[in-house]
């Protein structure tokens, strides 16, 4: 086996000290700075995020009033779900670590289109302050999905916040362009479509979606300003309006941006996995064409989400077994990644033991999704807590975890420090118990009837609700120390050198942190190039 031509590097400096005034960081082209900042961005909204959530589990301490009267809790119940979905969950991993590692992974200098790249952190930023400031100043009651036809008539501040929405939609697709045309034009001589990283995949995927789904959610948050500033009728049945139609068209995006924010996480899973267990995955093959297919399925099972919206039996039924489809991609993922750990030399570290944590919540709460998708079940759960517990096991979870086990097996590539290992294992077994306590609870209230959105609820269901707001304490410490812990890494931990993990994938094959133009000299694939089974060096 040949081992891979190193780059080098010596003389260039790293793209974090080759200029160091604000306007080079806000004016610049580097896909690297661009990554951090949509990355910093995103964690501040998260955040905020968090923060309302925070309230809102303290509010269900009680039955009753405890701390918000009914009015505002609609209000930040709705601006917890449109922060997390729309500034967070959607961005994070794809214009955060993909921007900063998918040139890298290709051994390319940049992004296709850099001035774009930069053009649509900044829509980001707009798209994010028009949301955040109309519901801050005005105030949305709708929840994150701003359903027609309330959404329609409601008295408060919908039209600015959609508006922003839709300018958040527009930085989505300006990310996915650039990043298919990046994979179809930037690869290296010698590299073919399956001699790619596996994270590669997961964001060649998501990108799909983003262009092809985007547009239609566009489309559709349109329309509900048309809606609420002018009285069309559009979605209201008082007006000669359905507003069946506007599930359909707002599911048809908002269930593949599902696996916008999943994909990416598989893709840092399936780095982690091979890196950490030092083999090459079961089968390749298999995780690639999986993510493609689940963003193919992704885009048939829109239905789900309208079992009791009055569709026939026929068409609840064909999409109840589409969806279940899904459920086959995915275990094709979970069995590759079992397979390559079996028998393999598993260094436990903070990555792998999110990875662990990943495989817990997604298999966990991917079992419930595939009970949701059988419609007798679903009409039970439909609108109660049980799918409130179902999201987050899968979506924030999933996410969350794929972001935190990719920033720690990256932070050396980023920042070319180490971070502390017992910290980060301690946030984690934080994050996990965190998970479980909030979680598991609201699985048993939906399954015994307790509407999600609800303000008050019946004193029955109080012992579940307090365990549920003490285990969001724990999840939020877990969190912020593992945050925290990373941000205290980038700029006190030890020195990691160029390549800690031993790690075959070319972005490891430039200096840690990389210089301005990656690579001083294009590379070529050479064989072995990615053959994870090697002996890692520093071992």
């Known amino acids: 086996m040949t081992p891979p031509a190193q780059d080098s590097t010596a003389g260039a400096k790293s793209y974090l000290v080759a200029e160091t005034t604000w306007s080079s960081w806000l004016m610049t082209s580097d896909h690297k700075r661009i990554g951090i900042m949509f990355l910093a961005a995103t964690f501040l909204a998260m955040l905020l995020g968090g923060v309302v959530a925070l309230i809102l589990r303290i509010e269900h301490l009680t039955p009753h009033h405890t701390v918000v009267d009914a009015m ?40 296709a289109f850099p001035r774009l790249n930069l053009l649509s952190f900044y829509v980001y930023l707009l798209g994010a302050g028009i949301t955040l400031s109309a519901m801050l100043m005005g105030g949305t009651d709708t929840g994150w999905t701003f359903y027609t036809p309330y959404s329609a008539t409601s008295p408060t501040a919908v039209a600015p916040v959609v508006a922003g929405v839709f300018v958040l939609g527009i930085s989505s697709i300006m990310s996915g362009i650039n990043f298919i045309v990046t994979t179809h034009a930037l690869r290296p001589r010698g590299m073919g479509w399956f001699d790619m990283p596996l994270f590669v995949w997961g964001i060649y995927a998501t990108s799909i979606i983003q262009v092809v789904a985007t547009p239609v959610l566009g489309l559709s948050l349109a329309l509900v300003v048309l809606d609420h500033s002018f009285s069309w009728g559009i979605f209201d049945p008082a007006r000669g309006g359905d507003p069946v139609l506007f599930e359909h068209l707002f599911w048809f995006y908002s269930h593949p941006a599902v696996y916008i924010m ?22 390749y093959k298999a995780i690639a064409y999986s993510s493609l297919g689940i963003a193919l399925v992704g885009f048939l099972t829109w239905g789900h989400h309208l079992f009791v919206a009055g569709q026939s039996a026929y068409a609840s039924g064909a999409f109840g077994i589409i969806s279940e489809l899904v459920a086959v991609f995915s275990a094709i993922k979970v069995v590759t990644w079992l397979g390559t750990m079996y028998r393999g030399s598993i260094a436990f570290t903070t990555p ?11 298999v966990f709460g991917g079992m419930t999704g595939v009970a949701q998708a059988a419609m007798s079940l679903d009409v039970h759960w439909h609108d109660t807590y049980f799918i409130v517990a179902h999201f987050h096991f899968i979506m924030v979870g999933g996410t969350l975890t794929g972001l935190i086990a990719g920033l720690h097996y990256w932070l050396p590539k980023i920042t070319g420090r180490l971070p502390n290992e017992r910290v980060g294992l301690i946030a984690a077994a934080l994050v996990l118990m965190g998970f479980v306590i909030t979680f598991v609870p609201q699985f048993l209230l939906g399954n015994a009837g307790m509407p999600r959105r609800y303000y008050d609820y019946p004193v029955r269901f109080q012992a579940l609700n307090v365990i549920s707001t003490v285990g969001s304490w724990l999840l939020s410490s877990g969190i912020l120390l593992a945050f925290g812990s990373l941000l205290h890494a980038a700029f006190r931990g030890p020195r990691a050198g160029s390549n800690p993990w031993g790690s075959r994938s070319f972005e490891w094959r ?30």
Not at 510 to 529: H, K, M, Q
Request: with cysteine.
């Open 510 to 539: 430039t200096a840690s942190p990389p210089i301005t133009a990656n690579f001083e000299r294009p590379l070529d694939l050479v064989p072995g190039a990615y053959d994870y089974s090697v002996v890692n060096p520093h071992d």
């Open 72 to 111: 505002t809790y609609n209000r930040l119940f709705t601006l917890h779900g449109v922060i997390m979905v729309w500034l967070f969950m959607i961005p994070a991993i794809p214009a955060g670590l993909g921007n900063f590692l998918l040139p890298l992974m290709l051994g390319a200098r940049d992004v």
């Open 352 to 362: 792998m033991a999110y990875v662990f944590i990943f495989l817990f919540l997604f």
């Open 262 to 283: 999943i994909l990416p996480a598989m893709g840092v899973i399936s780095e982690v996995v091979c890196t950490f267990s030092r083999k090459n995955p079961l089968s």
